[in-house]
T-cell receptor, first 116, second 116 residues
Framework: AQKITQTQPGMFVQEKEAVTLDCTYD???????LFWYKQPSSGEMIFLIY??????QNATEGRYSLNFQKARKSANLVISASQLGDSAMYFC?????????????FGTGTQLKVEL | SAVISQKPSRDICQRGTSLTIQCQVD?????MFWYRQQPGQSLTLIAT?????????ESGFVIDKFPISRPNLTFSTLTVSNMSPEDSSIYLC?????????????FGPGTRLTVT
């Protein structure tokens, strides 16, 4: 079984500052993928970034980076230079590549609010 | 990436009725999924829509309540049958693509359903 834990129900950050959203996971799979999605109030799920368990380098996509610490089973999302438009719910998710099939398991999410 | 559209974007329905949600992808994809997001909750996988065969349902979801069709590699429908207020949720179609970033998974804009 796979489990994703997001311990921060809500976070505040000032515009232009960096923020880290925490995510820890548990799985018995040897190979897996970790995802972060952004969900604005409109409800759509926007894919942000992906990290494979065998990727040696941390994934980066523009202002988003994934701080992957395999031994600690953590996959924190770092957003640099926060913008007002970053205010949204953020979900961490994982999927096993072997054994877990293609099912995504989601965390409970973190509501991020960017302030002036 | 993949461009996914869903119809309708939102609906208000009376209990006891049924609603069919359509999902269209701009390219052929192997894997299509249907998720449910109840108010204030995370996403839960309903089923995997298999092309040319019956959908694979997750625990707690049954075909009589959530019949799914997938006539080809770009289209799927989810029907929410005999609706009750507990079915009020966002329903999201999702697809898996392979490309430069393996196992990327994208979501449609969602269908916001309210049952009265």
């Amino acid at each position: 079984a796979q489990k994703i834990t997001q311990t921060q129900p809500g976070m505040f950050v000032q515009e232009k500052e960096a923020v880290t959203l925490d995510c820890t996971y548990d799985t018995s799979d040897q190979s897996y993928g970790l995802f972060w999605y952004k969900q604005p109030s409109s409800g759509e799920m926007i894919f942000l970034i992906y990290q494979g368990s065998y990727d040696e380098q941390n994934a980066t996509e523009g202002r988003y980076s994934l701080n992957f610490q395999k031994a600690r089973k953590s996959a924190n999302l770092v957003i640099s230079a926060s913008q007002l438009g970053d205010s949204a719910m953020y979900f961490c998710a994982m999927r096993g590549i072997t054994g877990g099939g293609n099912k995504l398991t989601f965390g409970t999410g973190t509501q991020l609010k960017v302030e002036l | 990436s993949a461009v996914i559209s869903q119809k309708p974007s939102r609906d208000i329905c009376q209990r006891g009725t049924s609603l069919t949600i359509q999902c269209q992808v701009d390219s052929q994809v192997t894997m299509m999924f249907w998720y449910r997001q109840q108010p204030g909750q995370s996403l839960t996988l309903i089923a995997t829509a298999n092309q040319g065969s019956e959908a694979t349902y997750e625990s707690g979801f049954v075909i009589d309540k959530f019949p799914i069709s997938r006539p080809n590699l770009t289209f799927s429908t989810l029907t929410v049958s005999n609706m009750s207020p507990e079915d009020s949720s966002i329903y999201l179609c999702s697809v898996e693509t392979t490309g430069t970033e393996l196992y990327e998974q994208y979501f449609g804009p969602g269908t916001r359903l309210t049952v009265t």
